[in-house]
């Protein structure tokens, strides 16, 4: 059984055009899967969506059988305190300390936390050295 403090993200290839996030977007709402958290990344040609939703599998199969390029990746989340200086440093130390390299991150805002989703090379042992450090992590059940 995979670790609960690991979140199944999809990355969802968008063409750099009007309306493609919208069709995306659109596809998501077709299936009534919920979009929790994501980032929007671009570069001249495309954008990468990265998503967090409440059911990646349903959504992973549905996006794809739309033709739609789509790719699942692990990641973490992990609890910051709000308006609080030094939170993101406290993770970012740990994991750096360890060796670990943070890929790319992003914020979340969630009904009862803050915390930022984070990529890493290695998310089993991001979540040792996180919790050995005392750093709440985020359960896939929590968000």
């Not at 709402?29 to 967090?52: C, M, P, Q, Y």
């Not at 990641?75 to 790319?104: C, H, Q, R, T």
């Not at 089993?124 to 050295?129: I, N, Q």
């Amino acid at each position: 059984m995979k670790n609960e403090n690991i979140i199944t993200q999809l990355s969802i290839f968008v063409n750099n055009e009007p309306g493609r996030l919208a069709a995306v977007a659109g596809i998501l709402r077709d299936f009534n899967i919920n979009v929790k958290g994501f980032n929007l990344a671009e570069s001249t040609e495309f954008g990468i969506l990265r998503a967090i939703v409440d059911d990646p599998e349903k959504a992973f199969e549905n996006i794809k059988s739309r033709g739609v390029i789509v790719k699942k990746t692990d990641i973490i989340g992990i609890e910051i305190e709000e308006d609080s200086p030094g939170s993101l440093f406290k993770a970012a130390d740990v994991l750096g300390k360890a060796g670990m390299n943070i890929d790319y991150g992003y914020a979340y805002n969630g009904k009862n936390f803050e915390s930022m989703f984070v990529r890493v090379d290695d998310p089993e042992k991001a979540v040792e050295v996180l919790k050995a450090a005392g750093i709440k992590l985020i359960k896939r059940s929590e968000i």
